[in-house]
């Protein structure tokens, strides 16, 4: 029997289909027949029936069928299930054999044929005898058949073909091989399957009949036998519903069985073989919950039915073969789309089947004792070669009662047995197991259960010798649970590492593991660590380490020859140990000073020791790497001579670096990355041969070696940058901000450079609306920067001060942050280095730029009167306000008007010229004013603002009249005025005029008249007023009307004559001058 | 009754542990911590309302343990975590926690 004995038969595993056996075709030689088993074979999907076919030559032998039982009464069964049953079902005895034979309806010679085929089936037929195997006939034949019906000689001739060969006339099929084969062969087997369906009915109902014979006390096992028979044939007939029932019915049967020792193993076999059956039919009904509750139901009966004592690894076997066969049905079903969760996946189960191979091992090692010699003759031999049934002992088969036949043959058969087990590879299986589990829990994330599963696998390859392996597996989840602080696992599993690594006389793994389980991370007791850091020094100092507990001897006594050769190999005794990935026994922490360091500053770290170990630790250097390596040579401590320095045990040493940074590394911000090396440990009094150099890349390693950044940065300017202006700047103007650089610095500072304007980094826009200049002398245009960058001034003496004015033109308003950078270097000294720094003072101010005056613009007729529209040719008045809104004085150079806080009004009299177009708008053009703060020297430049004036509308009058009036009146004085009325159109205009009366005047003139103008000719018209009262008096009402121009009227041509006239009262002396108006 | 009680820091590392001495304190530890996998993906569980984030019982990780137990623990807890001495994410060491704990325990003779 070999590790496989607890394998489940292949037969048990496979999904049952009907079997049909085809006779009468030659696959190797007739090319038709091939293409038809071909066409039976291929693409067998799942649309298909469910059959498995096989070809068998026509006079095949089938397995003889036994005379059938008559009686039950003195039939004493010798087990439960016959180990060949099943596959005598599957692929020995078929449901339906078919006869393939070649004959045309129209066959000349069908006589002949005709016999010929019914003597091959009868060949069948005697060869099936005593079974209920149906026979049918395919013709295959050359000829697309008729319709049927249609052929007579084909309905009669397969009447008489059916009647020789005593067939029904369903079983005679007509093949032929035309172009559509395959649909033919579909058709045929749906009809195979239908006789295939009867078959295994028929044999089920022949199984149930057999019941009534059967008593309760010697028939047990027939109960089992029946029950697991039907539930098979029902598979085999695709009736899942009904196997599952049979199944179940079995399965209760088979724990009903009397069980004693000499029986257990073939109950718990069919038990298993049953419990595998229903479970697989319930995760093919998708009904999981169903096979999980019958798998724990079948666990709970069983795993308390150990059977033989002295064979109690056979218990473990099968009950961990139980569990990995539900895992693999349930991983089946996972790839078939069952979901599984976390709490309910395969991985438990694997898990499960590993921990019984554990218990195997364990029973095997007890159990199975060495040096025992293996019985002769062979007592496990049978004589067919193998069990007659399912889960019985090969020296006494068929054997049912309690007592075994023959003591010493049961002894000899337990202690071969016992012998087996001992080559049996129990740690493999167990790897394997652990393995499929570790793979199930990466899937349904459970990272802790996957480490645990790891570390099991690891302690079996320890287990099993294979040490590399077992290093390999410890060492990669030993992060995880450093990473998790679960100390007390981590030293298990470190304790374990540590066998394997002194066990392989691994040097350099040992010494890891030794300084891990010293350090602080270890929960092992102090008397435990006292041993490990003995060893320790022992390997530093090149001796051979004593064993470490719990390994065995013949192991033992291997590693310490490997160890010898080890040791007097003293060659390269160099370790180099990244400790960034352990916790280990020193520990290390580094800090400097201060976050930052003025480059004129030593720079300032302290590293400090602690050893936790309980013994004082020696080593003779300590060094820092950093990032820039410059550095290196300023921390490094070294032991001098023979003396080493050493480390007590919970004390904490400090070291104080510092060395002088470069001026190449100012304004960088720089990551110093601490690169920790104690070079030559070991213990005070103990020279050491090995040197164990302790490396951490701190940028690696979070958790126990901080890493550390730090700044170093300019040194501190000593000079003065001061801005003096006169906020807020003025739209366009050239801002003067005048900088007064002052040294304080003891010596000469050197290249002083400024660079001023616009601090970068804010509103792009303004980077187009800002410039900057040093001429203050004229406007700069937008070619200027809005940075001037690195204005070289030259070298400042101390206590020397610099005066310097920057420009700057404000194109847009708003507020805007000027910086004002000053860098310089100057020589200094730090710890007796000359240096060079650089040093920079930075200002910034805030400007504010607002519009220096608002220009509000007017149109006025000559009367001063808002104008809405402008008439053609007609002169009108333009008047400018412009309203200051500096706080600063502004000089306007171009009107020479002078006016602080107030508003500045600028008359322009306008004349609009005809227009050509019907453009009825017209820009009126811009306005330019030049100015300049009024505080500013007189050679400064002028600022040009230009304002642009609004459209105005425009419109053409046809008639246009105005009056030359006097500017006052006097009472009783006459007072002419002349009227001049223009035609402005192309065409003759008749005009009709009144003067209406008035109370204040009395008037000479025309009245009333009616006239006509030619185009672009003038009439005037003279009347002679004669004031009556003083004051300003209304003057009389001209009334115009244009027949043609129906739109012209007194109304619209009024706003061109005077309303009103001032009459000064009468004098005493009579004016000549107005007599003379008069 | 327990055979073992462990209090776990929210960074999955133990604050307190203890199995009944008689039983195999590394298989305990191991269990304890691989349950930590259902314990965590029980907490990043999405969807969950409110109120179910405000109860604390996260239910069986394994079949074991009762709920009347889990309170009482949990209310020593809290009074370890009020000690104005005691250094949150520090082991616990409380000898009152303590005798919680022994009295939840399997008792061993």
């Given at each position: ?52 076919f ?7 032998e ?49 006589k ?66 035309t ?5 033919y ?35 047990q ?15 085999l ?19 009903e ?9 073939e ?17 093919q ?32 076997a ?116 652990l ?6 829990f ?44 679960w ?43 006292l ?5 320790l ?66 720079i ?54 510092s ?16 690169l ?19 490396c ?15 700044q ?59 410039h ?43 507020p ?31 400007i ?16 001063f ?16 306000d ?72 425009l419109?053409?009058?046809p ?14 004085e ?8 223009e ?6 205009q ?38 009556l009262?003083?004051?300003?008096q ?45 | ?27 305990f ?56 001495f ?24």
């Amino acid at each position: 029997m070999a590790g496989s004995q607890w394998e489940l038969p292949p037969e048990l595993c496979c999904r049952p289909m009907a079997f049909v056996a085809l006779t009468g075709l030659d696959v190797v030689y007739n090319a038709v027949h091939r293409a038809i088993w071909d066409a039976f074979c291929a693409n067998r999907r799942a649309d298909r029936v469910p059959i498995s076919f096989k070809v068998l030559p026509g006079d095949h032998e089938y397995p003889k069928c036994r005379t059938k039982r008559t009686s039950y009464e003195w039939y004493i069964p010798k087990g439960i299930l016959k180990t060949g049953w099943m596959n005598k079902h599957l692929n020995l005895v078929p449901a339906l054999v078919v006869l393939f034979y070649e004959l045309d309806w129209d066959d000349p010679q069908w006589k002949e044929k005709q016999s010929e085929c019914a003597t091959k089936v009868e060949i069948v037929r005697t060869s099936l005898q005593g079974r209920n195997t149906k026979v049918a006939v395919v013709l295959i034949q050359k000829k697309t058949p008729l319709p049927p019906g249609e052929d007579l000689v084909a309905s009669e001739r397969a009447a008489t073909l059916c009647n020789a060969c005593d067939l029904s006339g369903k079983s005679l099929f007509v093949l032929p091989h035309t172009d559509h084969l395959v649909g033919y062969i579909i058709r045929l087997e749906n009809a195979f399957y239908e006789h295939a369906q009867t078959y295994y009915y028929t044999e089920i109902r022949r199984v149930k009949s057999h019941k009534e014979f059967l008593n309760k006390t010697t028939h047990q096992l027939l109960f089992v036998r029946h029950q697991f028979k039907i539930a098979f044939f029902s598979e085999l007939k695709q009736d899942t519903q009904n196997a599952l029932k049979y199944y179940r019915t079995a399965y209760s049967l088979v724990h009903e069985l009397r069980a004693h020792e000499t029986n257990m193993l073939e109950i718990k076999t069919m038990a298993g073989f049953i419990n595998y059956k229903i479970c697989r039919l319930c995760f093919q009904h998708n009904t999981p919950l169903d096979a999980i509750a019958q798998f724990r139901k079948h666990i709970d009966l069983c795993k308390k039915k150990i059977g033989s004592a002295e064979l109690a690894f056979e218990h473990a076997a099968w009950m961990s073969k139980q569990f990995q066969s539900f895992g693999e049905l349930f991983d089946e079903a996972i790839k078939l789309g069952l979901t599984a969760i976390q709490t309910q996946n395969p991985g438990f189960y694997y898990q499960q089947a590993a921990c019984y191979s554990q218990d195997r091992k364990q029973q095997a090692q007890q159990l199975c004792q060495a040096g025992a010699t293996y019985p002769s003759p062979e007592p496990l031999d049978t004589q067919s070669g193998g069990l007659d049934f399912y889960g019985q002992r090969p020296w006494r088969q068929g054997h049912q009662s309690i007592d075994p036949p023959d003591a010493e043959k049961e002894k000899t058969g337990i202690l071969a047995l016992q012998i087996k087990e001992r080559d049996v590879p129990h740690s493999e299986l167990i790897i394997a197991l652990l393995s499929n589990a570790v793979a199930q829990f990466k899937k349904y994330k459970c990272p802790r259960m996957k480490s645990h599963l790891m570390v099991q696998m690891g302690e079996e390859y320890y287990h099993a010798k294979d040490y590399t392996k077992a290093l390999k597996l410890l060492d990669y989840v030993m992060c995880d649970y450093r990473t998790e602080r679960w100390w007390g696992l981590l030293t298990a599993i470190l304790t374990t590492a540590l066998r394997c690594a002194y066990l392989m006389a691994s040097v350099k793994d040992y010494i890891i593991y030794c300084m891990e389980l010293l350090g602080r991370a270890s929960t092992l007791k102090e008397e435990q660590k006292l041993r490990i850091e003995k060893n320790l020094i022992k390997v530093l100092t090149n001796e051979v380490p004593d064993a470490e507990p719990e390994c065995d001897s013949s192991s033992v006594s291997a590693a310490k020859s490997l160890w010898s050769d080890r040791m007097a190999l003293a060659g390269s005794n160099e370790l180099t140990i990244e400790v960034q990935d352990y916790i280990p026994f020193i520990q290390c922490k580094a800090k400097f000073q201060s976050p930052s360091f003025h480059v004129d500053q030593p720079i300032q770290l302290q590293v400090f020791l602690r050893a936790d170990c309980p013994h004082p630790v020696s080593f003779n250097k300590l060094s820092v790497s950093l990032s820039n390596q410059e550095y290196n040579q300023w921390c490094v401590v070294e032991s001098s001579g023979q003396e080493s320095m050493s480390l007590l045990p919970g004390k904490t040493k400090r070291f104080n670096f510092s060395f002088v940074a470069k001026t190449e590394d100012v304004g960088k911000k720089i990551e110093v990355r601490l690169l920790l090396t104690v070079a030559g440990l070991g213990q005070p009094d103990h020279a050491a041969q090995y040197h164990v150099r302790l490396c951490s890349d701190t940028t690696q390693s979070e958790c126990y070696w901080r890493s550390l950044f730090v700044q170093i940065i300019s040194r501190v300017p000593k000079i003065s940058v001061q801005l003096s202006h006169q906020p807020p700047a003025l739209n366009n103007e050239m801002y003067c901000i005048s900088v007064t650089i002052q040294s304080q610095e003891e010596g000469v500072a050197k290249d002083v450079k400024l660079t001023a304007g616009l601090k970068p980094g804010q509103d792009a826009n303004l980077g187009q609306t800002t410039h900057v200049t040093l001429d203050g002398s004229k406007v700069c245009d937008d070619t200027a920067p809005a940075l001037l960058p690195d204005v070289p001034l030259g070298d400042l003496k101390p206590g020397e001060k610099l005066e310097w004015c920057v420009y700057v033109k404000c194109v847009s308003t708003g507020p805007r942050v000027f910086l004002f950078h000053v860098a310089y270097s100057i020589d200094t000294t730090v710890e007796g280095r000359q240096i060079v720094c650089k040093c920079h003072k930075d200002e910034t101010v805030t400007i504010e730029t607002v519009v220096p005056f608002e220009v509000s613009v007017k149109f006025v007729s000559t009367k001063f009167e808002p104008l809405d529209r402008v008439a053609v040719d007609i002169p009108f008045l333009l008047m400018t306000d412009i309203l200051s809104s500096s706080p600063w004085p502004l000089l306007l150079a171009s009107s020479s008007l002078q006016l602080t806080g107030e508003s500045a009004s600028e008359c322009f009299c306008l004349r609009c010229p005809p227009l050509t177009n019907s453009n009825s708008t017209v820009a009126t053009g811009q306005y330019l004013i030049s100015w300049r703060r009024y505080s500013s020297s007189a050679d400064s430049p002028l600022i040009q603002t230009t304002v642009t004036l609004p459209h105005v509308i425009l419109e053409s009058v046809p008639l246009y009249i105005h009056a030359d009036v006097p500017s006052f009146g006097r009472v009783r004085e006459s007072l002419s005025v002349r009227y001049h009325i223009e035609n402005r159109t192309a065409l003759v205009q008749e005009v009709e005029m009144a003067v209406e009366p008035s109370d204040a005047f009395m008037f000479s003139g025309l009245k009333q008249v009616r006239l006509r103008i030619l185009p672009g000719s003038e009439q005037q018209m003279l009347y002679n007023y004669y004031p009556l009262m003083a004051g300003y008096q209304t003057l009389p009402q001209l009334n115009i009307s244009l027949p043609r121009c129906p739109t012209t009227n007194t109304h619209t041509l009024r706003r061109f004559l005077p309303q009103r006239i001032f009459v000064k009262p009468q004098g005493r002396q009579v004016d000549d001058a107005s007599i003379a108006a008069a | 009754m327990a055979v073992c009680i462990a209090v776990i820091a929210k960074e999955n590392y133990p604050l307190y542990i203890r199995s009944v001495p008689t039983q195999n304190e590394l298989k305990f530890h191991y269990t304890v911590h691989t349950s930590l996998d259902v314990v965590e993906e029980k907490i990043s569980a999405v969807g969950k309302s409110l109120g179910d984030q405000r109860e604390l019982y996260l239910g069986l990780l394994y079949p074991t343990e009762d709920y009347k137990m889990f309170r009482k623990l949990h209310n020593s807890f809290t009074d370890v975590m009020c000690n104005p001495f005691h250094n949150p994410g520090d082991p616990i060491q409380s000898k009152a926690f303590d005798g919680i704990v022994s009295g939840m325990m399997v008792q061993t003779g």
